[in-house]
Nanobody
Framework: QVQLVESGGGLVQAGGSLRLSCAASGSTFSINAMGWYRQAPGKRRELVATSRYLSTNYADSVKGRFTISRDNAKNTVYLQMNSLKPEDTAVYYC??????????WGQGTQVTVSS
């Protein structure tokens, strides 16, 4: 089992920045990949960015603006979000995939970007 605690969401004006953090605990030795997803009202949950070993993957909509990073010593994944747009408004969820293929999700943190 892996437990995830997210922090860093909030309200920001368009063009601003936020940094999300997600700390993992429990069976962290089994973590294979860490990432971020988001879900806007009335929309499906979508991938934002993932990190697996030295490889990262981003949604086209956030490329060049968002950066995912990991501190493996702290079992923490970060999402630095710059040049935020109103369409980035969503609940952001941390995701961890372990070696068995099981997925774990954080509780979600609200990001609101005002125009």
């Amino acid at each position: 089992q892996v437990q995830l605690v997210e922090s860093g969401g909030g309200l920001v004006q368009a063009g601003g920045s936020l940094r999300l953090s997600c700390a993992a605990s429990g069976s962290t030795f089994s973590i294979n990949a860490m990432g971020w997803y988001r879900q806007a009202p009335g929309k499906r949950r979508e991938l934002v960015a993932t990190s697996r070993y030295l490889s990262t993957n981003y949604a086209d909509s956030v490329k060049g603006r968002f950066t995912i990073s990991r501190d493996n010593a702290k079992n923490t994944v970060y999402l630095q979000m710059n040049s935020l747009k109103p369409e980035d408004t969503a609940v952001y969820y941390c995701n961890v995939v372990v070696l068995s293929g099981d997925n774990y999700w954080g509780q979600g943190t609200q990001v609101t970007v005002s125009s």
